[in-house]
């Protein structure tokens, strides 16, 4: 295909599923306990071959892998309490106490709280404590030393004696305060996302594991090198688009994909490319106040759970700039919640420059969501309604239960529309939205609403109460692992062109000035009876006054 731009290497922190087996080398005394641990726990995924796959998927990140499967199956056979070392305990979740033994002890001594009633097993650490706690993978924050304390074994104290020793080392490993001497390990997906929800974590690797996925992404890598290099023809191949459906953009295909089928690379050509975006950021001082207000307090707000966000990284600092260039570019739209989430996961593929380009196709572009943020939101209230309406076409019953049970259509699909899904789906689910929202537009959203509202509906229409209700929708989507099933049933039973969506808001439109006008006549009927209501006493007390001047009239 000839020379062809890849995804930022550093945004992409593990290897590529398609990947051929000579591509991603793995250490084979990885491989060797890896393939020991499931042949005891579970034997099938060893002889379905998917060891060599996991493998090369969690290269570079085997002691994240290995912790997550100790703490859901349990203890890695042939490795026992006893032969685990201070750095295999931090990673597997055991529980740690330090101790010293003798008035001025040489090395750290670490006990091992088992599981049973047993006794208490002890093992010395190799090396002064300094040395122990420095092969603690990244993944666990070192223990601060700017503040003057000292880390050296004399001046470590038993837990057991003082539970909030603030000279202990080991109590700044700890996440969660419910003792001292607990450390926690925060397991992250290959985005730096922290995994909270095992079950969905283990439906994933598997779902990524999957033989047949991984040979339609080989098939759809071929199909994308065969395009023309850097076209900035937006328009997407059936015979590509058939593949994609079975196994959507590939990762490394999807920083190109995205920025050419949505329009923005030649967008971005037209207008000065990233020289026009460090020219916007040149002067910092045309941001108006209330944008820069806005911003800060979002910055803190956006994914809190992903390394990349935090204070100090570079794509927080990226996520600053792309939002203060658009609000100088758009002063007319300003800074909306919501497109906070939608920059952060633009620059988990993107360039800088390359995500405000794309940024300001989705918010102004008329095959995204032009008019979503503007003052009011109205062009999203008119989704809303024609999404209304084709609920009540194609899927009956949904939203008289909805009204049933004290809920709009409009709150609940709110996130779905301004988000585009982000924080309503596992990530990995967004993310192939993602892929055919850039492809088709706008429309894809409401395809896509309307699949997963059919989903739902059995279960709408048996549920009585608004909590379960939301629970239920909340719990159904954070389930869905596999979207491309979602998305084949959106783009066969519920697809809908550009012509169509435009026809559906020309009549929500005139239904919604009608209405409009509606509820402005009865709120001004409304005020002229208070006015009336108001002036009432006023005019009776006079009409008094005036009786009684008449009866009693002036005496002479």
């Given at each position: ?396 019953g949904v939203v008289e239960k909805l009204e049933e049970v004290n809920l709009n259509l409009e709150a609940l699909v709110v996130k779905w529309f301004l988000c585009i899904f982000v924080d309503s789906f596992p990530l990995q689910t967004t993310l192939v939205l993602w892929d055919f929202y850039f492809i088709h537009g706008i429309p894809f ?112």
């Amino acid at each position: 295909m000839g020379e062809r731009r890849r995804a930022r290497p550093r945004r992409m922190t593990a290897v590529t599923v398609a990947a051929s087996d000579g591509d991603a080398p793995f250490d084979p005394a990885w491989k060797e306990r890896l393939t020991a641990f499931y042949n005891h726990y579970l034997p099938e995924v060893v002889q379905s071959g998917r060891v060599d796959l996991m493998a090369r998927q969690y290269h570079g990140r085997e002691r994240a892998l290995f912790a997550r499967l100790q703490q859901h199956f349990g203890p890695e056979p042939g490795r026992g309490v006893s032969d685990m070392t201070p750095v295999s305990a931090c990673l597997s979740g055991t529980p740690l106490r330090a101790s010293i033994v003798g008035p001025a002890p040489d090395a750290l001594k670490v006990s091992f709280a088992g599981p049973g009633p047993e006794p208490i097993k002890k093992v010395s650490s190799v090396g002064p404590p300094t040395s122990s706690f420095a092969s603690v993978p990244s993944e666990l924050p070192q223990p601060p030393a700017a503040d003057g304390a000292d880390l050296s074994a004399d001046n470590l104290v038993d837990a057991s004696a003082s539970q909030d020793a603030p000279t202990s080392p080991l109590k700044y490993h700890s996440r969660r305060r419910r003792r001292a001497s607990t450390i926690q390990v925060n397991v992250r997906d290959k985005y730096g996302f922290i995994v909270e929800d095992d079950d969905v974590h283990e439906l994933l690797a598997h779902h990524e594991a999957s033989p047949a996925r991984n040979a339609a992404l080989r098939d759809t890598c071929a199909a994308v090198e065969a395009l023309p290099p850097a076209s900035d023809d937006p328009t997407v191949p059936a015979a590509l688009h058939d593949l994609l459906l079975e196994s959507g953009i590939p990762e490394d295909y999807r920083q190109e994909l995205w920025f050419r089928c949505s329009g923005a690379r030649r967008v971005a050509a037209e207008r000065g490319g990233r020289e026009r975006y460090l020219e916007l950021l040149a002067d910092k001082s045309k941001l108006s106040a209330q944008c820069k207000i806005d911003i800060d307090k979002d910055m803190d707000r956006t994914f809190p759970t992903c390394k990349q966000f935090e204070r100090g990284e570079s794509t927080r600092e990226e996520l600053y700039d792309v939002l203060t260039a658009f609000c100088i570019e758009h002063e007319d739209i300003g800074y909306c919640q919501g497109m906070n989430f939608i920059a952060g996961i633009l620059l988990l593929y993107l360039d800088d420059w390359e995500a405000f380009f794309l940024l300001c196709e989705i918010v102004n572009g008329k095959k995204f969501n032009e008019g979503y943020y503007r003052m009011g939101l109205a062009m999203m209230h008119l989704d809303q309604a024609v999404l209304k309406k084709l609920v009540v076409e194609k899927l009956p019953g949904v939203v008289e239960k909805l009204e049933e049970v004290n809920l709009n259509l409009e709150a609940l699909v709110v996130k779905w529309f301004l988000c585009i899904f982000v924080d309503s789906f596992p990530l990995q689910t967004t993310l192939v939205l993602w892929d055919f929202y850039f492809i088709h537009g706008i429309p894809f959203i409401f395809s896509a609403c309307l699949a997963f509202l059919a989903q739902l509906r059995e279960k709408f229409l048996a549920t009585d109460d608004l909590g379960l209700l939301m629970m239920m929708v909340r719990k159904e989507a954070s389930l869905i692992i596999d979207p491309l099933p979602l998305v084949r049933a959106a783009m066969k039973d519920y697809a809908l062109t550009g012509e169509e969506l435009a026809r559906l808001r020309g009549v929500c439109k005139e239904e919604c000035d009608r209405e409009k006008a509606e509820t402005e006549r009865r709120r001004e009927e409304m005020r002229r009876r208070r006015e009336e209501a108001a002036q009432a006493p006023q005019e009776q007390e006079a009409k008094d006054a005036k009786k009684k001047r008449k009866f009693f009239g002036r005496r002479k």
